[in-house]
């Protein structure tokens, strides 16, 4: 069965430097991909999406991903970290030969330190 | 609505006693997932609608859990003889279109004492 991959279960990064969470996913016919944010108690936030047009996907808080084919990868970057981008992300893919069904990432903490 | 409203927003229940969970998605929605969340667990799919097609129900653990969708719209998650492993926040998300991305509610968080 197809699957996505985030190679990090635990992130942690200093305040005003790089983020870097790494996704990948299974090989598969134009699929849609998505990275959700979790915050401590609350829900499913959307940061981003890519539906095939630009590779490059700008989202919410400052967050970028790339969708890579050659490299089957969709990793998410945001330049600076903040204190308030603490918090669980999935990286979210979905297979339309598969039925359409979402199927989760197993989820990164990232932990932001001052 | 604007979001995806679940209620309640936590139910304690004891052992073996069955509960219904509520999922209003946003209107004109036609997709709609339910995913469960454990302590430190990721999500696990539990089962999908999507307009008039038979539910994909895969994901349900057992016979205990059931779904349904009236009216294309509003959804229960019902769960007989509850078990402490239940225990979890349930999530319900919609969407119009799935790669327009899924909406997700805030959850109910089950309790099973």
């Known amino acids: 069965a197809q699957s996505v991959t985030q190679l990090d279960s635990h992130v942690s990064v200093s305040e005003g430097t790089p983020v870097l969470l790494r996704c990948n996913y299974s090989?598969?016919?134009?699929?849609?991909l998505f990275w959700y944010v979790q915050h401590p108690n609350k829900g499913l936030q959307l940061l981003l999406k890519?539906?095939?047009?630009?590779?490059l996907v700008k989202g919410i808080n400052g967050f970028e991903a790339e969708f890579k084919k050659s490299e089957t990868s969709f990793h998410l970057t945001k330049p600076s970290a903040h204190m308030s981008d603490a918090a669980e992300y999935f990286c979210?893919?979905?297979?339309?030969?598969?039925?359409?069904?979402?199927?989760f990432g197993q989820g990164t903490e990232l932990s932001v330190k001052p | 609505g604007a979001g995806v409203s679940q209620s309640p927003s936590n139910k304690v229940t004891e052992k073996g006693k069955d509960v219904e969970l509520r999922c209003d998605p946003i209107s004109g929605h036609t997709a709609l997932y339910w995913y469960r969340q454990s302590l430190g667990q990721g999500l696990e799919f539990l089962i999908y609608?999507?307009?008039?097609?038979?539910?994909?129900k895969s994901g349900l653990p057992s016979d205990r859990f059931s779904a349904e969708r009236t009216g294309g719209s509003v959804s229960t998650l019902t769960i007989q003889r509850t078990q402490q492993e239940d225990s979890a926040v349930y999530l319900c998300?919609?969407?119009?279109?799935?790669?327009?991305?899924?909406?997700f509610g805030s959850g109910t968080r089950l309790t099973v004492v």
């Open positions: 609608f999507q307009g008039n097609s038979a539910p994909d």
């Open positions: 979210v893919v979905i297979y339309y030969n598969q039925g359409g069904k979402l199927i």
């Open positions: 998300a919609s969407s119009y279109r799935g790669r327009d991305g899924y909406t």
């Open positions: 090989s598969s016919y134009s699929p849609s």
């Open positions: 890519y539906t095939s047009a630009a590779t």
